[in-house]
């Protein structure tokens, strides 16, 4: 019994050991960010990685670092890429781990050329997560993967490295992971959206200007095809439509003259389609909280609600007639229907027609509530009468 006791001590300490192997946390560089780009007269992909090692953190009690973080980015070029990202293992030490990547950029001209083949292999390696954050940039990557955070915070704190929920204010575009563009990318019908960062040069100034990130719009996809780009305003109205915890901060105009800002949130849209058509034919109901953030003049209550909800109507029918001008559907109307219509479905592929026309949209019934006033005064009456 006694050599048998033994020979289990002995073994688990050899088990014990297996683990020496692994290497510490400050042993490792690891990579946060990949961007991609493409050279199309040479037929190459160029790949960025943005590393981070933790050899000073763990020296730190707690705070920002007194000095400024160095940001470091390698790069080289390749076929494939594989072949791309490959020659700079050799070059790299500590060497590269990949398991906490968070963030793909990908460059205008890839996204152009190239988007299908690149987006497929990233959905397919296992070495990275199906939550990596995906966004395109008219910039140079190597800028943008270069920018710092405000007060010389490192990278990882700027808008390349939020996240859905806490970190992101309610009246900034989302970002969006791999895996939710992806489930998007490949539907038959509806859209899918990637963020589009921008560096921004103006707003904030130090000793002299501090460029910062920011996501300035959407870039759009059907039927697994880069179509066009969504402006800012647009981009995030159909953020604030279609996502959730998305404030809109709205200015009530009436005959051109400024009268109150509200915030306006928990939209609920509902499409509605019609019976036995042959291609979606639908209405919209949005029902639609707000707050007033400032009065500037004074109006009937009833007289500011319906217009808001006359602005929010005709911002739903501009947005679609820019996706009728680009052959897009902006409102995912068509994402939905295929699922109730599968024959008819079927049926309208045949034709390789898009399945939205003027026709399409034929109502938009819009409810505006505002719960809080922030102490101003409403006249809630009109001619004489009650609400």
């Not at 199906?130 to 915070?153: C, G």
């Not at 501009?318 to 994402?335: F, P, R, S, T, W």
């Amino acid at each position: 019994m006694k050599r048998i006791r033994a020979l289990t001590v002995i073994l688990c300490c050899i088990f014990l050991t297996s683990c020496s192997g692994l290497k510490n946390i400050q042993d490792l560089t690891y990579i946060v960010a990949i961007g991609m780009d493409y050279n199309e007269e040479k037929k190459e992909y160029i790949a960025y990685i943005q590393g981070l090692n933790f050899a000073n953190v763990a020296k730190q009690e707690g705070g920002k670092p007194t000095e400024p973080v160095p940001i470091f980015i390698a790069s080289a070029t390749g076929e494939t890429l594989n072949l791309a990202v490959s020659k700079l293992y050799r070059k790299s030490e500590p060497p590269l781990f990949f398991g906490h990547t968070n963030t793909l950029i990908l460059s205008e001209r890839l996204v152009k050329h190239k988007f299908k083949e690149v987006i497929e292999e990233f959905g397919r390696n296992r070495s990275l997560r199906p939550t990596l954050r995906v966004m395109i940039t008219k910039e140079e990557i190597q800028d943008t993967l270069n920018t710092k955070a405000l007060f010389n915070y490192p990278a990882i704190y700027t808008v390349l490295f939020k996240k859905n929920h806490n970190e992101i204010a309610q009246d900034e575009i989302k970002p969006v992971q791999l895996m939710k563009f992806l489930r998007d990318f490949y539907e038959p019908m509806g859209v899918a959206k990637l963020p589009t960062v921008k560096i921004d040069k103006d707003s904030w100034k130090a000793d002299k200007d501090y460029p910062v990130l920011f996501f300035d719009g959407y870039a759009v996809f059907q039927l697994q095809e880069y179509i066009s780009n969504l402006s800012s305003d647009d981009a995030m109205f159909t953020n604030w439509l279609l996502e959730k915890k998305v404030a809109l901060h709205h200015k009530v105009e009436v005959d051109g003259q400024l009268v109150a800002a509200v915030k306006l949130s928990s939209p609920k849209m509902k499409i509605k389609y019609e019976d036995d058509k042959q291609m979606p034919k639908f209405s919209i109901e949005l029902s639609v909280e707000g707050d007033l953030l400032e009065k500037i003049k004074d109006v009937p209550y009833i007289e500011l609600k319906k217009k808001i909800e006359t602005d929010l109507n005709n911002k739903i029918t501009a947005l679609y007639k820019v996706g009728l001008e680009n052959k897009i559907d902006i409102l995912d109307a068509g994402e939905k229907w295929y699922r109730k219509n599968p024959k008819k479905y079927q049926e309208l592929k045949e034709t390789k027609q898009f399945y939205l026309d003027e026709s399409s949209l034929t109502d938009i019934k819009v409810s505006v509530q505002i719960l809080h006033f922030n102490s101003y005064k409403y006249e809630q009456r009109v001619n004489g009468g009650g609400l």
